[in-house]
């Protein structure tokens, strides 16, 4: 594999007010990365300094500590960006300009010509639905068509690398699934995408990967197959089941409880797993479905937000 | 340099659309034709016989009155009142450059691409700059020519005035682009700016100012404001006597040029360079 697009290596930021009298630590030792192909979302509740791990890699704001790479690159240098693509939150485009003239602007300042900007921007406008708007003012746009074009804009270069702050803000469920379908081909294309939502069921369906931040740490990180996997609880559906059966899978120390026409089972480990299986298949009981308990990537966001709160005082 | 001229003419095309660029060629075009029709000379020998304004004669006695005379002191007026109103209408229409580009959700679209922040500011810098002189090129340009068509007398150094006004324009519009990085506020941009115009103007009379204040130390301040500030009131001057040449009177034609030119260079320079090292400081 080669080097990852982007990659954040022990990021601290510490914000001073005005006259250094009171300080927030807004990132403290995030590492992470995202590699090419792959949608990498980043979540974390508010003021866990997700923005701020994404605009020090964009050289927006200046990390105290740890340093960013894009493309291979530190982020100090413009030219790191010059294979990144980036749709900000709240971004506000000229009202002046069409959609056309802002991914012409926009597209000649990511280093096209005039030649392939005229080419791309078309191309774009079809792909995010606004080809009818391609001349109209982009102050008449409403919230959601602005998004739309916020994406074009980060696209009009082809970019390696896509840096998106919750992408699907302000649009509507059609759009939200066009938009999701858009990020999926340009991941199939080999582009690099770091998501910022807060939005975790669109996290659960577009990202491979997700980092969790937690007062400017990454608390957990992984695979969301791994990270909602609960251990050695499964879901069994099967018929012939009785009574001595299930009095026999917890002799061998597991633990079964049936639950609305299916059983909630819990193995030491896949050997143990196995090993019931063989039992329920020699008791002549049919198997339909034997499949592992996941957790939502909600239930695991609270369960670590919450681990990082002060605990209540109790009265004694 | 892509991203640097298509910044540039981000510039160009928000002056057209908040009507600024329309706006200023408008009035500019209507004081040219009005200039243009109303004016008409009857001239003899090389002197003025008759003159009609709006049509009607305009009696001018029995004086000889050499046209290449007349003519200078119209150009050194004009390029006297457009330094001042050309200076105060370009500022108004520049100082939004740096606090709109600084606003939240609009500095990352154009910090996002790959243009370091020094270059981005700039480029802002250039546009403003070639649009205030794309304004005074035009009136000054226009004028010129229909002097020289109902006159037939042609001073090039006329033009040349242009080249002060835009130099004072821009040594403001650097100190303009400071206040702006620091306090992202077009208002304050402006009344600061104004403020500076204004300000070293009155210090021209340092030296009267220094002798009549009662300290040692007040004097001194009054004469190091005085160069380190831009020489406003001089350079408004220097306009007129550059186009008035060896007509100009002895007080305008004996202006310490270098000390004049040289210290407000110096002050734009300098604010330029610290809004610069600002901006590419600043978090976003």
Known sequence: MGEAPVRAEGLSKLYRSRFGSRTVRALDGASFRVETGQVFGLLGPNGAGKTTAVKILLGLTRPTAGSGFLCGRPVSEPESRRRVGYLPEGHRFPGYL???QTLSIFGRMSGLDRASVSRRAPELLERVRLSEWADVRVKKFSKGMTQRLGLAAALVHDPDVLLLDEPTDGVDPVGRREIRDLLQEEAKRGKAILLNSHLLSEIERMCDRVAVLRSGKVVAEGRIEDLTATGSHYRLVADGVDEKLLAAFRETGASVERVNGHFDLTARDLGHLNALVDRLRASGAMLQELSPVRSSLEDVFVGLVREGEPKKE??? | ?????????????????RWTLIAYFALSTIFILLFAAAVNLDIVDGALAGMKLFGQSVD?????IEIDKLVLGF???????????????????TAHLVPRLQEKGTIDLYLSRPIGRVSLLLSRFTGGVLLAAA???????????????KTHVFHPRFFLSGAVILFTIATLMAFAFLVGVVTSSTAVSLMATYAVFF???????????AAAVSTEFAAKTVQALYWIFPKTA?????????VAGAAAPERLANLDHFAVYGSTALFGVAALSLASWLFSRKDF
């Open chain 2, 60 to 64: 001018v006695g029995d004086n000889h």
């Open chain 2, 135 to 149: 304004d005074i090129v035009y009136l000054i340009g226009s004028i010129g020519a229909i002097v020289a068509w």
């Open chain 2, 234 to 242: 001089e350079l408004g001057q220097a306009t007129v006597a550059l």
């Open chain 1, 314 to 316: 109790t009265p004694s």
């Open chain 2, 199 to 209: 300000l070293a103007a009155i210090l021209a009379l340092h030296d009267r100012i």
């Open chain 1, 98 to 100: 069409t959609a056309r």
């Open chain 2, 75 to 93: 150009e050194s007026t004009f390029s006297g009142v457009l330094y001042f109103v050309g200076l105060f209408l370009a500022l108004f229409a």
């Open chain 2, 1 to 17: 340099m892509r991203a640097f001229t298509a910044s540039v003419q981000e510039v160009f095309r928000e002056a057209a659309a």
